[in-house]
C-alpha cells in the first residue's frame, strides 16, 4: 500500500495483522494453523479495504464494496494493478461464507502470495 495511506486509523491495525498473518505462514503448517492463518488472511483483507474506502472517501470517491475499493485503488495507483487481488477477493468471499477442506488447502497455498501484496 502507498504511502499516502500512513495517516490512516485503521492502517496500524493492518499493519499488525499482516504481521500476524506472517507469522502463522512461517508455522509448520498443521490443520489448525492453516485455518487460524486463513482467519487471519479474512481480516487482513477486510482491513485492507476499509483503508481504501477511508482515503478514497477523504479524496471525495465513495467505494461501498471490496470489489469498488479495489478499482478505486487501481485508479488512485494506491496499489499496482495485480489480477491477484481479484483472486484474493475471491478467496476472502469463499473463506468467508464457505467452508471447504479443498478452499482451505488451495487458499492457504496463496497466503504469502496475498500477505506480500497487502504488505
Known amino acids: 500500500m502507498s504511502n499516502m495511506l500512513t ?8 499493519k499488525n495483522s499482516i504481521a500476524r498473518l506472517q507469522e502463522a505462514i512461517s ?12 482467519k487471519r488472511f479474512e481480516l ?13 472517501r477523504r479524496e ?3 467505494c461501498n464494496s471490496p470489489r469498488s475499493c479495489l478499482k ?15 483472486k484474493m477477493l475471491d478467496d476472502r468471499n469463499l473463506t468467508a461464507h464457505i467452508y ?5 488447502e488451495e ?7 496475498y500477505a506480500g501484496l497487502l504488505k
Open 27 to 38: 508455522l509448520e503448517k498443521t490443520e489448525i494453523v492453516r485455518d487460524s492463518a486463513i
Open 100 to 104: 471447504k477442506e479443498k478452499y482451505a
Open 60 to 62: 471525495g470517491i465513495e
Open 107 to 113: 487458499i492457504y497455498s496463496r497466503l504469502s502470495l
Open 7 to 14: 495517516d490512516l486509523p485503521l492502517l496500524e491495525d493492518l
Open 44 to 56: 487482513c483483507f477486510d482491513l485492507a479495504w476499509k483503508c481504501i474506502k477511508s482515503f478514497a
Open 72 to 86: 478505486v485503488a487501481f485508479q488512485l495507483n494506491l496499489i499496482s494493478y495485480d489480477e491477484n487481488w481479484l
